[in-house]
């Protein structure tokens, strides 16, 4: 799935044979999956039906609190896993202990390869003999408090301070975590829907509102890439401290994120490689339990 990221506001989108025109230039609808607009931009009602009828996605994204709203076409896909993914909440524990102990796993593997040894036993065995959701998710926010006590110092102590923080994010390297957490989680969303999937349907994390539980789930098994890329940004100075703003919480301004538009597109393809096989597990596990 290839985004088309616009962030420049004031820009006009127009369609012309089959083609997309924007800020001077022309993009081929075929190389384009999703269109993430987070600045104002001036498209009419004949675009988005145009862009939905071919089959991709557009996702309107606030920068500075992160809401989204995602257009589609509407077009109901795969009834059948629909009624899967309902009926696999009779085996909802077995499938949120692997998305865990998944995430578990691969944060402590991306602390080993910064030469950070965090003993994992205690949090698997715990794992193993939660008997409720509620429980796994305390598991979860153990581990995760562990890994961000050695994580954060990987990063110069200007950019952060030493804790994870969140709605609204208190520091440049959390507002950094949390606008890609929140990028990551709309993508997916979106790769759920064209694959036909019901992303209010979660085994670990519990719909509300409007919220995708189901890619809430499946973000924690890709968040850790996000974290290297986090920590990549600020280690190779891609992004400076004059990069966020201040207001009420920490945000990143315009040109910072100008400067991740393809760092993020990469990301975004590397961790595409390991969703796709990962959807064909979760496949696996629904369609196992209704066997």
Not at 8 to 22: A, E, P, V, W
Not at 178 to 200: C, D, R, T, V
Request: net charge positive; proline share 4%; with cysteine.
């Amino acid at each position: 799935m290839t985004p088309l990221f616009i962030d420049k506001s004031g820009i006009n989108i127009r369609f012309q044979n089959q083609t997309l025109k924007l800020d001077g230039k022309t993009i081929p609808l075929r190389l384009i999956d999703v269109v993430i607009i987070a600045a104002q931009a001036e498209l009419d009602s004949k675009l988005l039906l145009k862009l939905t009828k071919e089959g991709i996605i557009v996702l309107l994204l606030n920068p500075a609190n992160y809401e989204c709203t995602l257009i589609h076409t509407g077009e109901v896909k795969n009834a059948d896993l629909k009624l899967a993914q309902y009926a696999a909440l009779n085996d909802r524990l077995k499938i949120a202990k692997a998305i865990i102990e998944a995430k578990i796993l691969n944060h402590t593997n991306h602390l080993k390869a910064h030469e950070i040894d965090l003993n994992v036993a205690p949090y698997l065995d715990s794992l193993k003999s939660a008997h409720s959701v509620e429980s796994l998710l305390g598991v979860e926010g153990t581990y995760s408090r562990a890994y961000f006590q050695h994580y954060f110092p990987l990063i110069s102590r200007k950019f952060h301070h030493g804790k994870r923080s969140k709605r609204p994010p208190l520091d440049p390297a959390n507002a950094l975590l949390s606008y890609l957490y929140s990028m990551m989680y709309h993508l997916i969303h979106a790769k759920l829907l064209i694959q036909g999937y019901e992303p209010g349907i979660g085994y670990l994390h519990t719909p509300f509102r409007g919220h995708s539980a189901l890619a809430s789930d499946m973000s924690e098994l890709f968040r850790h890439h996000v974290n290297e890329f986090v920590l990549n940004a600020f280690q190779s100075q891609t992004v400076s401290i004059n990069d966020f703003y201040k207001k009420e919480g920490v945000y990143l301004k315009y040109e910072g994120r100008k400067k991740l538009y393809t760092p993020i597109k990469e990301l975004w393809v590397f961790i595409e490689k390991e969703l796709n096989p990962a959807l064909a597990w979760l496949r696996g596990q629904i369609c196992q339990t209704n066997l």
